[in-house]
């Protein structure tokens, strides 16, 4: 009888000593350790290449492509702008939030805002037909082109073009053309992560994890395009001109479970069929092109 009190006291020991090992276990078990159900957001900064592209204009009174041509970003360097929210806009910014479906792989929305300027320095073939009303200026430029070199800087054209609702006097630019407020990338993305702390040996993840990841994403360009062109006065909506996709890979690291440094190269391509030039309806302009971004963002992960 003693011998039995003794096992079924020593077998209740050992079940509750287990328990006690399993419940410690999931105690301790690291934040980091699984991040599916978390959310992501960050913020931050990029800069860009674009590769040359033809740009194609057409109207009621021209139809012509600018050939070849080639353009730049427009960079304002690490500045207050980036957190202050009445200014956001006028650097090159990046925006992104996500949730993690599993451990590895998540969904997220951003937005990348990009500013796309052709460059005005330059001297690119043109193609096509123009034959605007003699009464307006740009009929200077009446003719047939084929292949014909323009030079874009001719007859004060600036970077930036001129205030809108203003048009140039007397003999006017050729053509003013960016995307500056901005070349805005909408998209959708899906990303893998992977931990490689223990790679580096790195042992407590929850105060600091480095992680590579690599997407792909697909979304709507939505522009905010500066032209002048042939002196007609310059129209810059907000407007839904095309689409694009991209790839990217990058390094993660995350700090203190809760914050988290990124930094991307990201490559993509934009087609734009429907951008807005001018007031006059009949008139837009459509292009395609490659991207290059380097992003750093900063933000945060975590569960609601």
């Known amino acids: 009888m003693k011998t039995n009190l003794f096992n079924s006291a020593l077998l209740l020991f050992?079940?509750?000593?287990?328990?006690?090992a399993q419940n410690d276990t999931i105690v301790k078990q690291r934040?980091?350790?699984?991040?599916?159900?978390?959310?992501?957001?960050?913020?931050?900064?990029?800069?860009?290449?674009?590769?040359?592209?033809?740009?194609?204009?057409?109207?009621?009174?021209?139809?012509?492509?600018?050939?070849?041509?080639?353009?730049?970003?427009?960079?304002?360097?690490?500045?207050m702008d980036y957190i202050t929210p009445s200014r956001m806009t006028i650097p090159q910014t990046n925006f992104k939030m996500g949730y993690f479906i599993t451990d590895k792989y998540s969904v997220s929305i951003g937005v990348d805002h990009m500013k796309y300027v052709m460059t005005q320095n330059q001297t690119a073939n043109v193609t096509g037909v123009i034959n605007l009303p003699a009464d307006q200026s740009g009929s200077y430029y009446n003719g047939g082109y084929n292949?014909?070199?323009?030079?874009?800087?001719?007859?004060?054209?600036?970077?930036?073009?001129?205030?809108?609702g203003t048009t140039q006097e007397g003999i006017p630019a050729f053509l003013m053309f960016e995307?500056?407020?901005?070349?805005?990338?909408?998209?959708?993305?899906?990303a893998r992560q992977d931990d490689i702390s223990h790679w580096l040996g790195i042992k407590n993840t929850d105060k600091f994890q480095i992680n590579i990841n690599e997407g792909f994403g697909f979304g709507l360009l939505y522009p905010k395009t500066n032209t002048t062109l042939l002196g007609k006065e310059r129209h810059d909506d907000f407007h839904v001109s095309g689409y694009g996709t991209s790839i990217k890979a990058g390094i993660n690291f995350t700090i203190f479970k809760y914050f988290t440094i990124e930094g991307d190269l990201k490559g993509?391509?934009?087609?734009?069929?429907?951008?807005l030039t001018t007031k006059?309806?009949?008139?837009?302009?459509?292009?395609?092109?490659?991207?290059?971004?380097?992003?750093?963002?900063?933000?945060?992960?975590f569960k609601l």
Not at 147 to 164: I, L, R, W
Request: net charge negative.
């Open 268 to 275: 993509g391509y934009i087609n734009m069929s429907d951008i």
């Open 147 to 164: 292949n014909t070199p323009v030079d874009m800087s001719q007859n004060g054209a600036q970077e930036g073009g001129f205030e809108k």
């Open 280 to 301: 006059s309806s009949a008139d837009h302009a459509s292009q395609e092109f490659f991207f290059g971004e380097t992003i750093i963002s900063f933000g945060g992960i």
């Open 31 to 79: 934040y980091t350790a699984h991040n599916k159900g978390k959310f992501t957001i960050a913020w931050g900064g990029n800069r860009e290449v674009f590769s040359h592209s033809d740009i194609h204009f057409v109207g009621s009174d021209y139809n012509f492509v600018v050939q070849n041509a080639a353009a730049h970003d427009k960079p304002k360097g690490w500045q």
């Open 179 to 190: 995307h500056t407020d901005g070349l805005n990338y909408v998209y959708t993305e899906i």
């Open 14 to 20: 050992f079940i509750s000593f287990s328990t006690f």
